[in-house]
């Protein structure tokens, strides 16, 4: 039977959706600094996964109440292009800890954990920014957090650089170039969906300024 109501939803079920996955990439990169700190912490990349399987359910749950309803609070691509920022965030995450424990009793591991710090500051950054988007379009405030985001980008590249260069100094075996460059540049990839997510935000906010 057709119901108006079905189509003609509260947007705030969009908002929630979105929060609640803005939450679990940041839960994601916290389970990422507990695995960091306590290398064999299983706990961790379990949390990691929930993190991750929660986030395909959010995008999922999106993906259904956009084909079921008729009115929504912003743009279809641009609730679509923030909840798909956001799963490859976990997504990305997931697969770093993964690595982390394979490869992790021949690795130093504190070598990650700078990088980690700067994804820290960044999932806060990008959740806020989420959660802000309920409240209104704050142009200035949106720009200020986007900024932000690209320097923790720019501080991460510029420590990659400088962790690939103390890595090609002829002091570690092949296998440990290999791990520790595949890591950095998973680190690097969370970090850049970050930037990604924190771009769709500040393009929402300019439409709707």
């Known amino acids: ?63 259904v109440l956009l084909c079921s309803t008729f009115t929504t609070p912003l743009e279809r691509e641009d609730i679509e292009a923030l909840s798909r920022a956001l799963s490859r965030i976990t997504k990305v995450a997931k697969k770093f800890a993964e690595h982390l424990l394979l490869f992790g009793p021949g690795l ?14 960044a999932a806060d950054t990008l959740s806020e920014m989420v959660h802000g988007l309920r409240r209104g379009f704050h142009l200035d405030r949106v720009q200020e957090q986007n900024f932000v ?12 650089l400088e962790l690939l260069g103390e890595l090609y100094n002829g ?32 393009q929402i906010v300019l439409k709707n300024s």
Do not use: W
């Open 171 to 202: 002091q570690h075996t092949a296998l440990e170039m290999i791990a520790t460059r595949d890591l950095l540049e998973l680190l690097e990839k969370v970090i850049d969906r970050y930037r990604d997510a924190g771009n769709v935000i500040l």
């Open 149 to 160: 985001l690209h320097q923790c980008e720019g501080e991460a590249d510029r420590l990659m």
């Open 1 to 63: 039977m057709f119901s108006l109501q079905r189509f003609l939803r509260n947007g705030d079920q969009f908002f929630d959706l979105l929060g609640a996955g803005a939450d679990e990439a940041r839960q994601s990169i916290r389970a990422l600094v507990e695995l960091v700190n306590e290398p064999e912490n299983r706990r961790a990349l379990d949390k990691s996964i929930a993190s991750r399987r929660q986030e395909k359910q959010i995008h999922q749950e999106i993906t």
């Open 108 to 121: 130093h591991i504190d070598v990650f954990r700078p990088q980690i710090e700067i994804l820290d500051r």
